[in-house]
């Protein structure tokens, strides 16, 4: 499966921004769907991820109560609403599909657990 993910820019601190991720060669209700962000000179860091048909939704402590994750597999997308913005949100943004059999809080963290990335888009939070 391709990913393609969407809609980051250049947004000031508290404003909101909604990415999206647009899967093609495969239907994204066989993976667990991932947010993942790396800021410069930092290591790729987890953001969230939900399960196959949603009921499950992981969120890293940063995030949580500020983004939402949110898929919709009749339209092979994954979206990532992020309120609140904060300047260390700022970085680029991947979305990535795993194949793993079941969900934990530690599994979904995990970047080695996700089988496919897309290419990033940046997200810019000025003051």
């Known amino acids: 499966v391709q990913l393609q993910a969407s809609g980051g820019g250049l947004v000031k601190a508290g404003e909101t921004l909604r990415l999206s991720c647009a899967a093609s060669g495969g239907s994204i209700a066989d993976y667990v769907m991932g947010w993942f962000r790396q800021a410069p000179g930092k290591e790729r860091e987890f953001v969230s991820a939900?399960?196959?048909?949603?009921?499950?939704?992981y969120y890293a402590d940063s995030v949580k109560d500020r983004f939402i994750i949110s898929r919709d597999n009749a339209k092979n997308t994954v979206s990532l609403l992020m309120n609140s913005l904060k300047h260390e949100d700022a970085a680029v943004y991947y979305c990535?599909?795993?194949?793993?059999?079941?969900?934990?809080?530690?599994?979904?963290?995990?970047?080695?657990?996700?089988?496919?990335w897309g290419q990033g888009t940046l997200v810019t939070v000025s003051s």
């Open positions: 990535a599909a795993s194949t793993m059999t079941y969900t934990d809080y530690v599994r979904v963290a995990l970047g080695p657990e996700y089988d496919y």
């Open positions: 939900i399960s196959w048909n949603g009921p499950s939704t």
